[in-house]
């Protein structure tokens, strides 16, 4: 009976132990902006440091992968922030957006653009073809933008493709349109 209470006794000092490692690497908990006795000026934050550089911003910030972010987290500012492509776009991205063409968008626009994907066929509402007018005289932008945030119907895939990769969507929709109405070669 005796080694009964002895073994239950040691569970909870480990218990207690557990806790109190925890809160070593956790820390006491204060409320930012908010007054606090653990520094001398009463603040609960310390103030910025001189010089410091802003990586992430928003939700990502809160995010071990935000926290490591870097250079790619700059890469994803960048293109968030583009209006077109910063340069012609480059084999390997033509590639890259016809497979994530392939993956995300032919489902429902088909693999050349028409709007007549296998999806469209089923009964879901028809989306406009990439060879419309309208569509070929739409800005870049404006075709990362739907991609991003979604129109009409078309739900937002923001949190499936990456920034860098909608870019890539975007390039290969313009290689589509341009396949699509290419003038034919004159016979020499």
Not at 52 to 76: H, I, N, P, W
Request: with cysteine; charged share 25%; net charge positive.
């Amino acid at each position: 009976m005796k080694a009964s209470w002895v073994a239950a006794l040691a569970l909870l000092c480990l218990a207690g132990c557990e806790k109190a490692v925890r809160n070593m690497y956790d820390g006491a908990r204060d409320k930012p902006l908010r007054a606090s006795t653990r520094f001398e000026d009463g603040a609960g934050s310390r103030p910025q440091v001189e010089g410091t550089v802003e990586r992430t911003r928003g939700v990502v910030a809160g995010t071990s992968s935000g926290r490591a972010g870097g250079d790619a987290e700059e890469r994803r500012f960048a293109a968030e922030r583009a209006a077109t492509f910063a340069h012609p776009p480059a084999l390997s991205l033509l590639r890259r957006g016809h497979e994530r063409f392939d993956i995300y968008c032919a489902p429902c626009h088909s693999v050349v653009g028409e709007g007549d994907g296998m999806v469209v066929r089923r009964g879901f509402p028809r989306p406009p073809s990439f060879h419309d007018d309208r569509l070929r005289a739409a800005s870049d932008r404006h075709l990362y933008d739907v991609i991003s945030q979604g129109f009409g119907v078309m739900y937002s895939y923001a949190d499936r493709v990456s920034p860098q990769d909608r870019w890539a969507i975007v390039a290969y929709v313009r290689a589509l349109q341009l396949s699509q109405d290419a003038p034919r070669a004159q016979p020499r």
